[in-house]
């Protein structure tokens, strides 16, 4: 497909005219298959990353119509769908590339999917799936970890969470989630070298910062605490472990009233931490 063409069709879908961009692209795949495939699912992805999922749907869907067996299609539509919060959506079109052929993010994603509908079994089940499929893939570590955390098997939760940042050392999450983990074991000084490599490699990671401010108060660091919880809160004002931990080094430092608004704050943020008082 040469460059005139591609840039008519692009030009075609920014202006809104995307029936018209589906014609041409279904006149043109016959000579060039790949080229089609590689546009539109291009095209498809940039509107999911400018949170347009009505254009990106319209456009993988165009294209499925046009190659009924293009995994990446229905990969990329499955992706907007779970950006999007639509599970079961994203969940068939995993399905779906999963029949046509393995693919370890495919796992990963409809792993995730399910986690958030509160499937853990499912979401363990594709995990492991994954890594079989590719043994190297850092998400499937990381999310496995995630859901031993959710079940109190530490130890495992921290075997993944290392394997995870071996695959890929720049991978923030596992580090500020591996530094919990430690917390729970009360290990404070592997919790905070591990908080200050997320934060080293993510410094707009706010979840990191409230966790090493947690961190932080298991020691007695009190000013420390509430410096990272501060930080934690101008990035996020809605995350809620930074307003809990917050008011729990206000409560020990005895500032009963501000710990009692961080509290009040948590709890509106999230209902669950009512059932954690200080």
Do not use: W
């Amino acid at each position: 497909m040469d460059e005139k063409l591609e840039e008519e069709i692009t030009n075609l879908v920014n202006n809104g005219k995307i029936n018209d961009a589906l014609k041409m692209a279904r006149d043109a795949f016959p000579e060039s298959p790949d080229d089609v495939s590689d546009l539109l699912n291009r095209i498809g992805c940039d509107f999911v990353q400018r949170r347009d999922y009505s254009t990106s749907e319209k456009v993988f869907t165009g294209l499925i119509a046009i190659d009924p067996k293009n995994v990446d299609a229905y990969y990329n539509r499955g992706n907007a769908a779970l950006d999007k919060g639509m599970m079961d959506v994203a969940i068939r079109d995993y399905n779906r590339v999963l029949e046509i052929k393995p693919m370890a993010m495919a796992y990963v994603n409809r792993g995730l999917a399910y986690m958030e509908k509160g499937d853990m079994g499912k979401a363990l089940s594709d995990f492991n799936e994954a890594l079989k499929t590719n043994p190297d893939t850092a998400d499937a570590y990381h999310y496995r970890g995630l859901i031993y955390m959710e079940k109190g098997d530490m130890e495992k939760a921290i075997e993944d969470f290392s394997k995870a940042v071996e695959i890929n050392p720049e991978y923030a999450e596992p580090y500020c989630y591996r530094g919990l983990a430690y917390l729970d074991k009360e290990d404070s000084k592997k919790a905070l070298g591990d908080l200050n490599k997320a934060i080293e490699l993510n410094p707009g990671f706010g979840l990191a910062y409230a966790r090493r401010g947690l961190a932080y108060l298991s020691r007695g660091n009190l000013n420390r605490a509430i410096m990272d919880c501060d930080k934690a809160i101008r990035l996020d004002r809605r995350n809620p472990e930074a307003y809990y931990y917050r008011g729990m080094a206000h409560y020990h430092d005895g500032n009963h009233r501000k710990a009692k608004d961080d509290y009040k704050k948590a709890c509106s943020l999230d209902p669950g931490l009512k059932d954690q008082p200080y």
